[in-house]
């Protein structure tokens, strides 16, 4: 299984952030995995952003939740996050990440199975 994220690389104050993480290499529909969104800004370490599970069912970092929504559209093989009202603090490299069990808010790259490669967003007017 590999993912690629994607998304625009620059995005405005206030305004709202949509990625996708393309899967490929399977079907997620026959894949029994956890597809989780992490990021790192600039000089910091990683940041758990929220996770979705094969079922559904989703579960997100407190203090990202109000802004968060995380989905999946298994008819695409993708995985979306949307971020609304962001800032420059948002400002990161953003990845996607499947693993077959649920941690909450690892960032452990090897509790992961697949890592994409990130994508840049910038958060500037």
């Known amino acids: 299984v590999q993912l690629q994220e994607s998304g625009p690389g620059l995005v405005k104050p206030s305004q709202t952030l949509s990625l996708s993480c393309t899967v490929s290499?399977?079907?997620?529909?026959?894949?029994?995995?956890?597809w989780a969104w992490i990021r790192q800004p600039p000089g910091k370490g990683l940041e758990w952003m929220g996770v979705?599970?094969?079922?559904?069912?989703?579960y997100y970092s407190p203090s990202l939740k109000s802004r968060t929504s995380i989905a999946r559209d298994t008819s695409n093989n993708q995985v979306t996050l949307t971020l609304r009202s962001v800032t420059p603090e948002d400002t990161a490299v953003y990845y996607c990440?499947?693993?077959?069990?649920?941690?909450?808010?690892?960032?452990?790259?090897?509790?992961?199975?697949?890592w994409g490669q990130g994508t840049q967003v910038t958060v500037s007017s």
């Open positions: 990440a499947a693993a077959k069990t649920f941690i909450m808010s690892s960032t452990t790259k090897d509790h992961y199975d697949t």
């Open positions: 290499g399977a079907s997620m529909a026959t894949l029994f995995y956890y």
């Open positions: 979705i599970s094969y079922s559904g069912s989703t």
